[in-house]
């Protein structure tokens, strides 16, 4: 057995502090990625329950169709494990993605979770920090930014959400049929943020430092504006359904310091 009394020394390290907050997004969370699901729970129950927030940047869910789609079994049981998350005490936030902007107050409500709006600004550890999905800043997407400001539309919203379920999730399988088979027609550059967009975004905000999902390139990337450093942290997509299994989050402490995590829990550098 180990010496179970805490020291000075190891109670100061950081590996022991609990963060602030938890950044994760593009989970792509369906039933069809059963192994996935199971971690992504285990996030919940573990990592996540350390921490006094935790942010959902968007895609949480491989697609969305509506809030009444919250009674489809699988759904219920991703609510049910982020309303455990919410009762535990720690605070939820949520960003669309854009596979899951639908969602609405009902399942904001049923998970505890606050909507926020992209971008959001949140002050944590004493330093403010831009969070957003990150697809609004993928400008060179002519053919997406089309779609996505058409979708993003209150009436097409309020028209698509008056069809039945069965009729919208039809809907959407076409468009992710469509979407897959633009995407490996387009260059990798188009997908990727444009860089005066992310300009853009830091100014708008007026932060030197940003957290975002979206392009599944997780990374530390530096951006010089003069004499400002701004840090842009991109957040991974998850898919522990294949080998080698992806998946991972970042971690904002008390004193500021950014640390990012794999899927199983190492650290990255
Ligand atoms: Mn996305």
Same mark, same amino acid.
């Given at each position: 057995?180990?010496?179970?009394?805490?020291?000075?020394?190891?109670?100061?390290?950081?590996?022991?502090?609990?963060?602030?907050?938890?950044?994760?997004?593009?989970?792509?969370?369906?039933?069809?990625?059963?192994?996935?699901?199971?971690?992504?729970?285990?996030?919940?129950?573990?990592?996540?329950?350390? $921490?006094?927030?935790?942010? #959902? *940047?968007? +895609?949480? &869910?491989?697609?969305?169709? =509506?809030?009444?789609?919250? %009674?489809?079994?699988?759904?219920?049981?991703?609510?049910?494990?982020?309303?455990?998350?919410?009762?535990?005490?720690?605070?939820?936030?949520?960003?669309?993605?854009?596979?899951?902007?639908?969602?609405?107050?009902?399942?904001?409500? $049923?998970?505890?979770?606050? #909507? *926020?709006? +992209?971008? &959001?600004?949140?002050?944590? =550890?004493?330093?403010?920090? %831009?969070?957003?999905?990150?697809?609004?800043?993928?400008?060179?997407?002519?053919?997406?930014?089309?779609?996505?400001?058409?979708?993003?539309?209150?009436?097409?919203?309020?028209?698509?959400?008056?069809?039945?379920?069965?009729?919208?999730?039809?809907?959407?399988?076409?468009?992710?049929?469509?979407?897959?088979?633009?995407?490996?027609?387009?260059?990798?550059?188009?997908?990727?943020?444009?860089?005066?967009?992310?300009?853009?975004?830091?100014?708008?905000?007026?932060?030197?430092?940003?957290?975002?999902?979206?392009?599944?390139?997780?990374?530390?990337?530096?951006?010089?504006?003069?004499?400002?450093?701004?840090?842009?942290?991109?957040?991974?997509?998850?898919?522990?359904?294949?080998?080698?299994?992806?998946?991972?989050?970042?971690?904002?402490?008390?004193?500021?310091?950014?640390?990012?995590?794999?899927?199983?829990?190492?650290?990255?550098?």
């Amino acid at each position: 057995m180990h010496n179970q009394r805490p020291t000075k020394r190891t109670s100061s390290t950081t590996a022991q502090r609990a963060p602030e907050a938890i950044f994760v997004s593009d989970i792509h969370l369906t039933e069809s990625i059963p192994r996935t699901t199971q971690m992504f729970f285990a996030f919940l129950r573990g990592q996540a329950l350390q $921490a006094r927030q935790l942010f #959902l *940047l968007g +895609d949480l &869910f491989e697609y969305w169709a =509506g809030d009444d789609d919250i %009674a489809t079994p699988f759904n219920r049981r991703v609510a049910e494990a982020l309303r455990q998350v919410t009762d535990a005490g720690v605070a939820l936030f949520w960003i669309a993605g854009n596979r899951d902007f639908l969602i609405g107050e009902k399942f904001a409500h $049923a998970t505890g979770a606050m #909507l *926020l709006p +992209d971008p &959001f600004i949140a002050t944590i =550890g004493g330093r403010q920090v %831009a969070l957003s999905h990150g697809d609004a800043q993928c400008t060179d997407d002519t053919a997406y930014m089309a779609f996505r400001s058409q979708v993003r539309e209150p009436r097409w919203q309020q028209s698509f959400l008056a069809q039945p379920l069965a009729q919208r999730k039809k809907i959407i399988e076409g468009m992710r049929t469509q979407s897959q088979d633009a995407q490996r027609d387009k260059p990798a550059d188009i997908m990727d943020v444009n860089a005066e967009a992310i300009a853009s975004l830091f100014d708008a905000t007026g932060t030197s430092l940003m957290i975002h999902g979206h392009t599944h390139r997780p990374a530390r990337h530096e951006h010089h504006n003069g004499e400002e450093k701004r840090v842009r942290y991109v957040l991974p997509d998850w898919d522990c359904d294949v080998v080698p299994e992806r998946g991972g989050w970042i971690s904002m402490y008390a004193d500021g310091t950014i640390k990012r995590f794999q899927v199983d829990g190492t650290e990255t550098n």
